[in-house]
């Protein structure tokens, strides 16, 4: 029996290569050893939404790119939040056995309230319940996150605890997979790469578009003519090839500090690296891209699949709580 990991991320559309690193290769490679239950949480993306209408579009998107990266719905279950609806009640339940001081110490709910004051909505503050809720559901014992996402995590410990306390035990207490999500900076080389800020590069572009795109990028501000040395520490597209050029960094670096190779020049040969590596990707997606009702499917067979725990557990946690 492999071990369960749950993950939800929200849906942003199509994903760019910060999603790529950061989350969907660990995504990947989960697979193997644990059995994966990936949630495209669309109630939570309610939370600070204020216009649904790209809503579908942008869960279409995101699914049909993580597929194409290797997400295979025959050894996980991919689905969709709201279309297991068992989520939604059993959030209502644990809201009962959770303290409102701890939900109002959250640190990103105070964040939201402040980046958002015409919307502090209920749903913010309840968010790690939903959180829990997501995971309990399905007693996932295992959920990667970042070191950032810890006191998260905690919380829905915290959670899960004290429901077992009052009712028996019921969910594990999930733990925590540490993983080291790498921060890529976008175009800019300042900010992480968002599609809000357009600094970022979508997965599904052209070769072309990702030439166009990358050249756009700001390198070394100190090198202003081309016999200028460079400084590739201080240069993102040199902390790309890091990624995409593994085998040439050294090398890379030092005709960057002579000025032996130009920034054009550089970015083209990350371009050209970046297009290879994702030559896969982009023909797996143009072949899933034809198939509207594949992905339709994939979704529906998930959310049933997840459903089959999702009732079970509801099922005992309702009677737990004296409910039936
Ligand atoms: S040559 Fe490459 S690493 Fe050096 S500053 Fe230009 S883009 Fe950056």
């Known amino acids: 029996m492999k071990r369960r990991v749950f993950s939800g991320a929200r849906p942003t559309g199509k994903q760019h290569l910060g999603n790529y690193l950061g989350a969907i290769q660990n995504y990947v490679n989960l697979q193997e050893e644990y059995e994966c239950v990936y949630c495209i949480v669309d109630v939570h993306a309610l939370t600070t939404l204020e216009d649904t209408g790209g809503l579908q579009k942008n869960i279409y998107d995101m699914m049909l790119d993580w597929l194409a990266a290797g997400l295979d719905p025959r050894k996980s279950s991919l689905f969709v939040q709201s279309h297991v609806p068992e989520v939604m009640e059993l959030h209502t339940l644990l809201s009962m056995v959770t303290p ?37 559901l399905y007693k996932a014992e295992v959920v990667p996150v970042g070191e950032d996402q810890l006191p998260h995590l905690e919380l829905a410990r915290e959670i899960a605890r004290r429901f077992n306390n009052l009712f028996g035990n019921t969910f594990p207490e999930p733990e925590a997979k540490l993983t080291s999500f790498p921060l890529i900076l976008g175009l800019d080389g300042k900010e992480k790469m968002s599609k809000q ?44 090839h890091g990624y995409f050029t593994p085998f040439r960094l050294e090398e890379i670096a030092s005709q960057c500090r002579s000025a032996k190779i130009g920034c054009v020049e550089c970015k083209q040969l990350l371009a050209q690296e970046i297009n290879a590596t994702l030559k896969p990707f982009r023909e797996r997606r143009a072949t899933l891209a034809n198939k509207p009702k594949y992905i339709a499917d994939v979704l529906a067979d998930g959310a049933e699949r997840a459903r089959v725990i999702a009732r079970e557990t509801l099922r005992e946690v309702k009677q737990k709580m004296g409910l039936t």
């Open 100 to 136: 409102l001081g701890w939900l109002l110490r959250v640190p990103t709910f105070k964040e939201k309230a402040r980046l958002q004051p015409q919307n502090i909505n209920y749903g913010l503050v309840g968010y790690p319940v939903l959180m829990t809720a997501d995971i309990v």
């Open 197 to 240: 800020l357009n600094n970022d590069i979508e997965l599904a572009l052209s070769d072309e578009e990702t030439v166009e795109r990358i050249m756009t990028a700001v390198t070394d501000p100190a090198r202003r003519y081309r016999d200028d040395p460079g400084h590739p520490e201080i240069c993102n597209i040199y902390r790309l």
